[in-house]
């Protein structure tokens, strides 16, 4: 049957194309694996469809009509390139985008994203880095990464990555000379670093009963700002363990304060429960493998 537009039928287009190559429906058969019967009515219908004669049935077997040969050479053209923009679709990477915070990517993710292209060169990762809560269909999202407390609806699958577990970091040099851990009144003396999560004030509550001055500091939109600024030695900041572990680790960034804030605001891995593609779902297993790991 026909489309809209008036293409003719493929099976009809294929078989015509095959019997064109030998000049022979014997031979276009066993290339298609059909019977000789079943190419020769493709042919002779799309021929009708067409209202033209193809080709001429002659003893020895086929012959192009003048209209035949100039449409075979079209056809199989075409089919060329059919399969060459297959072959170059299977070829191409699989593309995966995953929706996280600005923080997470530049703290967490980008760090670690070379590993990630060695282990799986065919998929091509795409990060989009937002605050806001994107829309897995609208905005053409794979996976997300989200601070918050589940359910994040039916449609999800949620996987924890980390805890909040928010310490307080800065620069050794800031505090070169001072024993740790800080006492209030030295705290009270030094440049705290805020973010728009504004958890000082609860932090400060947890750890000295409130009794710290809180009007000196710097204030930041982002948390990747304020840890920036701590590692720049302009202040002491709050950040998730997880986010700072690289610089704790290597001695770029100390703890002056003891105390530990849980939150409560995981962050957790967003996956569709329905649709998910195969790459998707490896950048998935491959985020949930670095976090058990402690990477």
């Known amino acids: ?9 493929l099976n009809g287009l294929r078989a015509f194309a095959a019997a064109g190559r030998h000049l022979s429906f014997r031979a276009a058969a066993e290339d298609l694996g059909v019977t000789q019967g079943a190419v020769a009515q493709q042919v002779r219908g799309l021929e009708e469809h067409l209202g033209l004669r193809l080709f001429l049935r002659e003893p020895r077997g086929l012959a192009f009509t003048e209209e035949g040969r100039a449409y075979h050479a079209a056809v199989s053209r075409a089919f060329s390139q059919l399969s060459e923009a297959t072959v170059a679709l299977r070829s191409a990477p699989s593309r995966v985008t995953i929706s996280v915070t600005p923080t997470f990517a530049s703290k967490w993710l980008i760090p670690r994203l070379a590993e990630f292209t060695e282990a799986h060169p065919g998929i091509d990762l795409r990060i989009t ?16 990464v989200r601070q918050g407390r589940p359910p994040f609806g039916a449609s999800l699958r949620a996987d924890l990555l980390f805890p909040q577990e ?3 970091v800065c620069s050794p040099n800031l505090i070169a000379r001072q024993d740790l851990p800080l006492e209030a009144a030295e705290l009270s003396r030094t440049t705290l670093l805020h973010d728009s999560h504004d958890l000082w004030p609860k ?11 809180l009007s000196r500091g ?19 900041a709050l950040a998730s363990r997880f986010l700072v572990q690289r610089d704790l680790k290597v001695g770029h960034l100390v703890q002056p ?4 804030l849980e ?9 569709p429960r329905q649709n998910a593609s195969d790459a998707s779902l490896i ?3 491959w985020l949930l493998d670095m976090t058990s790991e402690g990477a």
Not at 1 to 9: A, C, F, N, R, V
């Open 166 to 168: 928010v310490i307080a």
């Open 218 to 236: 710097l204030r930041f939109n982002q948390t990747t700002l304020t840890i920036d600024a701590a590692l720049a030695g302009q202040g002491i």
């Open 257 to 260: 304060l003891d105390r530990a």
């Open 1 to 9: 049957m026909s489309d809209e537009i008036g293409l003719p039928p």
């Open 283 to 285: 950048v998935r297993d």
């Open 263 to 271: 939150g409560g605001l995981d962050f957790y891995l967003l996956t």
């Open 129 to 144: 880095a937002t605050e806001r809560v994107s829309s897995f269909h609208a905005d053409g999202i794979d996976l997300a």
């Open 203 to 213: 932090f400060i509550e947890a750890a000295f009963g409130g009794e710290v001055e």
